[in-house]
């Protein structure tokens, strides 16, 4: 239970960061923050303990021993190619903002009022 | 029942995406009359899957069946309401790649641009096909990442702003829709979307708490993709910045589809509708009908007024969905539930058309003046008289002028609140219909009459754009035939059925 409250802390330290930082660099990376704590959840709510790699052909082992949950898994690994994606686009848009603003600060960076 | 037809909607644009730069090469007049053909081809698909007359069709993608009826693979499922979806979707989108063909040429890079506008249609195709929730999750993801970067396409200082605010926005609502769909999967072990449900239903799930955090994770994020009210802030900025044929798709589609259409699935079809969410949804509703129609009446920048139009009128179909939900969990008559389901969904696919038509129409404008600016026009009816009809005839809809659609789907939704007993909410909706109206003709009087605010010549836009315009405006006139029965038949009762049967969807959808 600890390390799934540890989890959680984490994913709100990522919204703290995101909601109070004015440099968007750190926005970015407390973006990046939160995505690794839910990734991190995913992991732990398909781990079994005990278990071994889902990668077993013998049904001798199966029967005998636990194996971990392998769906959590692969959608992990879809995730983090999202948040590969989702990465670079902001990092991308930072640096044109960069180029076009001067500034990194997002207070400073406010043409539009929302 | 299976159908092979439901993988073409996202193959085809797919492929269209990934192989547009190649032909670009060659010759980039091609590209564009190639997205036209292909999103004709899917439109003239999700018209013929209307009159399929199966309720609802299952693709089992790669093959991998269910083993002892519980799923496995990935499943594409299409039931009336994803029907309706794909209808409104690829209509639309059709009439923006007709657009873009003329308008597009101002931007450099067209290649990028059909290539982005490609995978938007085929994330949101793939949103409304999808049989379970990460899939949702996936080709949700595929949908923004396209829009997040045909906001910014015009790379000036605005628009990558825009685009900023929306990627930071977004990318949190879709992390909260992950977080969401990790509890859930936690706690029911599937993430098939009918298995889901069932598995609820069985009352295998025995903590209501942990459920119910899920569900308002899962609102928080969806608000934020559909831009309700305290969500609300990317939306005018996204919106109002990006290329005219891609803020249509925005506001016509995208907010509904990743909206909308996920809150819908999710809430009637895989959890039981329950009061308390019924409440939130409707209070979500009756506050950005509100707020969003006084934000609109400030507004000068005209696509910026039509964004925020978009925030009100979702607003009515998400409290006509709070009040259909409230009744049914409260199990109320069911013909005010069916009336009021109809009336939201009703209004839902009018507003695709009419403030589709609004955004080509500002396009239109804009691509003969180059502002957008309401004080810097005036006097264009003498110029482009068929613009001016069109955006009349998309105004009046908006703000529910009787031969409209708008009225129509406007007034049924107010007499389905009266009828439920919400009196506060259907006088909030009568209200907001005025002050929207008042709006409109501030937009209709200050870009069409009075003296004209520039020193060139104005001339009507090209054919493509006028044959976007008028087709959108004869469809608004169109879609009040939907008030005959034997019309709606076809195209709104399967998604209202759809709905009624609340967690039926499960028992219906698993066996392909």
């Given at each position: 239970m600890t390390l799934y409250i540890l989890c959680f802390i984490l994913f709100l330290v990522g919204i703290y960061g995101l909601v109070i930082s004015r440099n968007i660099i750190k926005m970015v990376i407390s973006l990046t923050i939160v995505e690794i704590s839910i990734f991190l959840m995913l992991i732990m709510i398909g781990y079994i303990s005990g278990g071994i790699a889902p990668v077993v052909f013998d049904q001798q082992i199966l029967d005998n021993q636990a194996v971990v949950d392998p769906l959590p898994q692969t959608m992990v690994l879809t995730a983090i190619v999202i948040a590969l994606a989702t990465n670079s686009m902001l990092l991308t848009m930072a640096i044109r903002l960069y180029k076009k603003y001067g500034t990194f600060d997002i207070h400073e960076i406010s043409k539009l009022k929302g | 029942m299976?159908?092979?037809?439901?993988?073409?909607?996202?193959?085809?644009?797919?492929?269209?995406?990934?192989?547009?730069?190649?032909?670009?090469?060659?010759?980039?007049?091609?590209?564009?009359?190639?997205?036209?053909?292909?999103?004709?081809?899917?439109?003239?698909?999700?018209?013929?899957?209307?009159?399929n007359l199966a309720e609802s069709t299952v693709y089992v993608v790669g093959g991998w069946y269910p083993v002892e009826k519980i799923?496995?693979?990935?499943?594409?499922?299409?039931?009336?309401?994803?029907?309706?979806?794909?209808?409104?979707?690829?209509?639309?989108?059709?009439?923006?790649?007709?657009?873009?063909?003329?308008?597009?040429?101002?931007?450099?890079?067209?290649?990028?641009?059909?290539?982005?506008?490609?995978?938007?249609?085929?994330?949101?195709?793939?949103?409304?096909?999808?049989?379970?929730?990460?899939?949702?999750?996936?080709?949700?993801?595929?949908?923004?990442?396209?829009?997040?970067?045909?906001?910014?396409?015009?790379?000036?200082?605005?628009?990558?702003?825009?685009?900023?605010?929306?990627?930071?926005?977004?990318?949190?609502?879709?992390?909260?829709?992950?977080?969401?769909?990790?509890?859930?999967?936690?706690?029911?072990?599937t993430l098939n979307m009918a298995d889901m449900s069932l598995v609820l239903s069985k009352g295998l799930v025995e903590n209501g708490n942990a459920l119910r955090f899920a569900q308002l994770f899962l609102i928080a994020g969806v608000g934020i993709k559909a831009a309700m009210i305290p969500?609300?802030?990317?939306?005018?900025?996204?919106?109002?910045?990006?290329?005219?044929?891609?803020?249509?798709?925005?506001?016509?589609?995208?907010?509904?589809?990743?909206?909308?259409?996920?809150?819908?699935?999710?809430?009637?079809?895989?959890?039981?509708?329950?009061?308390?969410?019924?409440?939130?949804?409707?209070?979500?509703?009756?506050?950005?009908?509100?707020?969003?129609?006084?934000?609109?009446?400030?507004?000068?920048?005209?696509?910026?007024?039509?964004?925020?139009?978009?925030?009100?009128?979702?607003?009515y179909v998400m409290m006509g969905i709070g009040i259909g939900m409230g009744i049914l969990a409260s199990a109320g008559p069911s013909a005010t539930v069916a009336l009021t389901f109809t009336a939201a969904l009703f209004h839902m696919i009018n507003h695709a058309v009419f403030k589709g038509l609004l955004f080509l129409s500002a396009g239109s404008i804009e691509h003969a003046t180059g502002t957008v600016n309401l004080k810097g026009m005036g006097g264009l009816a003498k110029y482009m008289p068929l613009t001016m009809a069109t955006s009349f005839v998309a105004s009046m809809a908006i703000a529910g002028i009787p031969p409209f659609n708008g009225f129509f789907s406007k007034f049924a939704i107010i007499v389905a609140a009266i009828q439920g007993g919400y009196h506060f909410r259907a006088a909030l909706g009568f209200i907001v219909g005025i002050i929207t109206l008042a709006s409109f003709l501030k937009f209709q009087r200050y870009a069409f009459f009075g003296k004209p605010q520039y020193d060139f010549s104005i001339k009507e836009s090209p054919f493509f754009i006028k044959f976007s315009l008028v087709s959108l405006a004869v469809l608004c006139l169109a879609m009040s035939l939907l008030i005959f029965s034997s019309i709606r038949e076809i195209v709104l009762d399967p998604a209202v059925n759809t709905l009624l049967e609340t967690t039926g969807y499960a028992i219906k959808n698993l066996q392909p």
């Open positions: - | 299976e159908d092979k037809t439901l993988i073409f909607f996202i193959v085809l644009p797919f492929l269209a995406a990934f192989s547009l730069p190649l032909i670009g090469l060659v010759s980039e007049k091609a590209e564009s009359y190639i997205v036209a053909i292909i999103s004709l081809i899917l439109m003239v698909l999700s018209v013929s899957s209307l009159f799923p496995i693979g990935i499943h594409l499922v299409s039931d009336g309401l994803s029907k309706l979806m794909l209808l409104i979707v690829n209509t639309l989108a059709f009439f923006c790649a007709v657009f873009a063909i003329d308008y597009i040429k101002k931007y450099t890079g067209q290649k990028y641009f059909y290539t982005l506008f490609c995978l938007q249609l085929a994330g949101l195709n793939g949103v409304v096909l999808a049989g379970d929730m990460f899939n949702l999750f996936v080709f949700m993801e595929v949908a923004s990442k396209a829009s997040y970067a045909l906001v910014a396409f015009g790379v000036r200082r605005t628009e990558i702003e825009a685009s900023f605010k929306y990627q930071v926005l977004g990318g949190l609502a879709s992390l909260f829709m992950l977080f969401a769909i990790t509890m859930l999967y936690w706690m029911t072990s969500f609300h802030a990317w939306l005018p900025d996204a919106h109002s910045s990006a290329p005219s044929p891609v803020s249509a798709m925005l506001s016509g589609v995208v907010i509904k589809v990743l909206g909308i259409y996920v809150l819908l699935r999710l809430f009637i079809n895989v959890f039981e509708p329950d009061i308390f969410i019924s409440n939130v949804f409707a209070v979500l509703g009756g506050i950005s009908m509100t707020a969003g129609v006084f934000l609109a009446i400030g507004a000068w920048d005209l696509k910026r007024l039509l964004a925020y139009h978009s925030i009100s009128q979702m607003g």
